[in-house]
């Protein structure tokens, strides 16, 4: 079951749970407006581009990508060496996005929540298994890079 722990499934299972609150319980909130309707699509589009630009740099440097499995190389180039977390972080653009188009007004407290769980589940025991590996060279990452943005 370790591969239900994964981000895309914690990413599907918020937006599900976003686009169910703005089908059953909206509560008469609304920011539907073609603004926020072009905010949502440059949100998903941009999460989307940081997690196809991330998994292309890793892929090239021939490490994985896949959570819980150990690096094969500290990979600091591309667009990580602007983001420690590039894919996480499009994971929560595009939830965001996706509140915003489903009109989940009631579900933008997913969005830190699911910052919260990809720190806890993911980054914090990612970020310790690099650090045991790469020792000084993850030090010196961490200062020049942050972990977020």
């Known amino acids: 079951m370790k591969w239900l722990d994964i981000p895309p499934v914690w990413l599907l299972s918020f937006a599900i749970i976003a686009k169910f609150q703005a089908d059953i319980l909206d509560l008469g909130l609304s920011l539907d407006s073609a603004p926020t309707r072009f905010l949502a699509g440059i949100l998903v589009g941009g ?5 196809l630009l991330a998994v292309y740099e890793m892929r090239r440097q021939r490490t994985t990508f896949i959570p819980h499995k150990d690096a094969a190389h500290l990979v600091q180039s591309g667009i990580f ?5 590039p894919i996480y972080l499009g994971d929560v653009l595009i939830l965001a996005g996706l509140v915003l188009y489903f009109d989940a007004v009631l579900s933008l407290v997913l969005v830190p929540l699911l910052l919260f769980v990809l720190e ?13 590996k790469f020792r000084a060279d993850f030090a010196r990452y961490c200062q020049k890079t942050r972990r977020w943005i």
């Open 47 to 51: 999460g989307l581009l940081l997690a």
């Open 81 to 85: 060496s602007r983001s420690r977390n």
């Open 120 to 132: 806890k589940r993911f980054v914090v025991p990612e970020e310790n298994r690099l650090r045991q």
